[in-house]
């Protein structure tokens, strides 16, 4: 019996990947387990972007190589960024791998371990990646039924001096929108409720087809033409929100008041360092337009600390600037050079006491934030995706706001009322904590 246990690391952009290669074997006749020593192949999809996602992945593959150890008829395959980036370097540095697979080859993964040898364990396109998906693909979605993932690009084109990208997945490649629709429209169908849309660079989205197509055409398609309820946007690049998106996001209640858009630094001198095309200027500016034209909106950035070259002074500036903004939810994380980057080679190196001194900082500023922003919800209904029983108690269900995205911001623990997964409910909050929120079902004439 052909028996497949997969481990998808990094973004959801690489889950789509893992969805893609998980149809793909179970097309060639593999059932998927929940236990590695259950399976007759193991597949490791990594992610090669930072060095902790790197070192996350050989401790993954490592630990499953010991279940190879107590049955060596068994497959370890490895695929994703991180055989893209590194290449046949991994051959000696994993030799427990049976088959290594790049980016631009996985879609054919049944094919490839069909035919394993022990002498062709590297298949890999040279170079960055060129493929791009499209809707007669086949996808095993992985997530809850209700909620998937929308990849309307491929690669990215701004090649910021910290980031492999890139030279990893290659440069942009844009879906059109007949495809992306087709490919909606099959999730719809399969009872997806959220779909969340995710790129490299949302704003990005048909720079490189040739004509004028950009994200709010697709998103008027994507409403004209399918009934999902929520639609996410995750990773726009902040030089590049417009009005004419923000003015649809405020008339669509489906398009979700909730963008993510990472700043990275607010200091001029940082992000020219970094090769981000903006300034603090415009950061305020593109606060100020999105709270005029949608009040509400929840804004998540992600932070970068301890770039080379950075001082207290732009940490002072960071700081104040969040005090100034009240963003709902911030990721910060701390530099660290990455073999083959423009950063890696500056000068001016922020140790690691002081980056970690630095985080601590920005971490508790924000936390302070988060306390004042979630407060405001107490008291009011709010309709809420209902995900299942919670991770913290099985006593409890959970569920997301709009203002919530799945797997990176807080949740809403459900405490009283009837609901099944994959309904979106109206809720009472009654509390509001740093990151959480707990609240109630509203009965239908509580409701009226």
Known sequence: MKTLFMVSLGCPKNLVDSEVMLAALEQAGFTAVEEPEAASLILVNTCG???????????????????????????????????????????????????????????????????????????????????????????????????????????????CTYCMIPSIR??????????????????????????????????????????????????????????????????????SVTDSLLQLMAQQPRVLPYLDIPFQHVSDRVLLAMHRHYTRSVLDDLVQRIRRYIPECAIRTTILIGF??????????????????????????????????????????????????????????????????????????????VEGVSRQSELLLEGRSRFQAPEIDGCVYITAGQVRPGDIVPMRITEAHTYDLVGEVVNEQENR
């Not at 998906?133 to 090649?159: Q, W």
């Not at 697709?218 to 999902?228: G, P, R, V, Y």
Request: charged residues 25%.
């Open 49 to 159: 972007f930072i060095r902790p996602a790197v070192e996350e992945a050989i401790d993954e593959i490592l630990g499953l190589a010991a279940y190879k150890e107590e049955d060596p008829e068994k497959l370890l395959v490895v695929a994703g960024c991180m055989v893209q980036r590194y290449g046949a370097a991994l051959l000696t540095e994993l030799p427990e791998v049976d088959l290594f697979i790049g980016l631009d080859d996985f879609p054919r993964i049944a094919q490839l371990v069909h035919d394993i040898s022990p002498v062709n364990r590297m298949v890999i396109t040279l170079g960055p990646a060129h493929y791009v998906m499209d809707h007669r693909v086949a996808r095993r979605v992985s997530t809850p039924f209700f909620r998937s993932y929308l990849k309307i690009t491929e690669g990215c084109d701004n090649r």
């Open 308 to 385: 080379p070259g950075e001082t207290d002074d732009d940490v002072d500036q960071l700081v104040l600037a969040l005090e100034a903004w009240q963003l709902d939810h911030v990721g910060v994380f701390q530099y660290q050079d990455e073999e083959g980057s423009q950063a890696a080679g500056l000068s001016h190196k922020v140790s690691d006491i002081e980056k970690e001194t630095r985080y601590q900082r920005v971490m508790e500023t924000q936390a302070a934030i988060s306390i004042r922003r979630q407060a405001r919800f107490v008291g009011r209904v709010e309709p809420v995706l």
């Open 170 to 239: 290659g440069p942009l490649r844009s879906r059109t929108v007949d495809d992306l629709v087709a490919e909606a429209a099959i999730l719809e169908q399969s009872g997806v409720r959220e779909l969340s849309l995710i790129a490299q660079d949302l704003t990005a989205y048909g720079n490189d087809l040739g004509y004028a197509v950009n994200l709010v055409d697709l998103l008027e398609a994507l409403l004209q033409q399918t009934f999902i309820p929520w639609l996410r946007l995750l990773y726009l690049y902040p030089s």
